[in-house]
């Protein structure tokens, strides 16, 4: 039997890796979409152990004319799209850029599947940030009505909804994961959770003697990006292509992620070294996101593995690695 092939864009994220080596184990030939530097950089791929098994192809998820060559070219069975510009902050500085990758990119990407490999199956990254503060409950489903409150929710709003119409329009196997937060000792630096592990690192190490962030109090649904991948390629087995919210169901703020991260090395009081800098903050805030995997569960038979604490602990262990050179 051969092998089922896989395109993944977004591979030298934080998702992507996790992704490759999911589908590697599983037997498929894995491609991976990087765009054309003088110097890329795979540390996140050879952190996992899969840059080897990747077969890398050059293009760029805003030019459709090269979506559609690499389409055309491998004829994959399953894409992955993961590209994006994924930082929150960074929308309101750059909501161009943020558009063109995360809503244009997927509409180019769209077209050039149902154009050279209509049977190709389609995993949309799609974002909590949808639900803004909207809930029910409390709790965010499929069922709750999306308010983004962020350029990047707008332009993930819109790559959302054109994933559904390319589903229902033209009958081909499209599916969104409604991904809350997910986080790994991969994690881009930019992002709170990692600028938490490291920072704590830093400190314990006496290499840095505070850590500066916005507003703590913020509450989240933080999983293990090793187990939602899992949820992506669960979706694309599935006989129907539908949209699931990928989440824990459980909620920590901020300040949570920060005592679990101190107290893993010792520190039970980081009040000293936390210092909060307005600049972290946002135009508009999104509170609390808390989701429910109820549907994934019940249809996908997927449930998280790794616990909050199981979490913070693996990224505070490794960034101790790192800058301790072990």
């Known amino acids: 039997m051969a092998k089922k092939t896989a395109l993944i864009t977004g591979i ?44 890398f192809v050059t293009g760029d998820i805003t030019d459709e004319k090269s979506l559609m060559s690499i389409i055309k070219l491998i004829t994959p069975d399953e894409v992955y799209n993961l590209a994006a510009q994924s930082f929150v902050g960074v929308s309101w500085e750059q909501p161009k850029t943020t ?32 639900f803004g503060n909207n809930s029910v409950g409390g709790i965010q489903n499929e069922t709750v009505p999306f308010k983004p409150r962020s350029p990047y929710a707008v332009t993930k709003l819109y790559s959302y909804w054109m994933t559904v119409n390319f589903r229902e329009s033209y009958g081909m196997f499209c599916a969104n994961g409604i991904l809350f937060n ?26 840095a003697a505070e850590l500066i962030l916005g507003n703590i109090d913020t509450r989240r649904d933080w999983g293990f990006a090793g187990d939602y991948v899992e949820a992506m390629w669960l979706m694309l087995q599935h006989e129907r292509p539908d949209d699931y919210v990928i989440a824990t169901g459980e909620v920590h703020s901020i300040r949570e992620f920060l005592d679990t991260a101190f107290k893993r090395l010792g520190i039970d009081d980081w009040g000293g070294y936390v210092r909060y800098d307005s600049k972290f903050s946002r135009p508009t805030e999104v509170y609390t996101l808390l ?16 616990t909050f604490e199981a979490i913070v602990h693996m990224m505070v262990d490794a960034d101790i690695a790192r800058l301790s050179g072990c």
């Not at 995360?102 to 940030?129: C, E, K, M, W």
């Not at 992002?191 to 006496?206: C, D, M, Y």
């Not at 429910?292 to 593995?305: D, F, I, Q, Y």
Request: hydrophobic share 35%; charged share 20%.
């Open 12 to 55: 030298l994220g934080q998702d992507g890796p996790y992704l490759a080596r999911l589908l590697l184990d599983k037997g498929y030939r894995v491609y991976g979409l990087i765009r054309r530097y003088s110097n890329p950089n795979f540390s996140n791929t050879d952190y996992l152990g899969v840059t080897s098994g990747i077969e």
């Open 99 to 130: 558009t063109e990758v995360n809503s244009l990119g997927v509409l180019y990407l769209l077209h050039a599947i149902r154009s050279a490999a209509p049977g190709a199956r389609l995993f949309q990254a799609s974002t909590g940030d949808l």
């Open 182 to 207: 997910h986080e790994s000792p991969i994690r881009g630096q930019e992002f709170v959770t990692r600028k938490i592990s490291t920072g704590a690192a830093k400190i314990k190490l006496g290499l």
């Open 291 to 306: 989701g429910s995997p109820e549907k994934a569960k019940k249809v996908l038979g997927w449930s998280p593995k790794l």
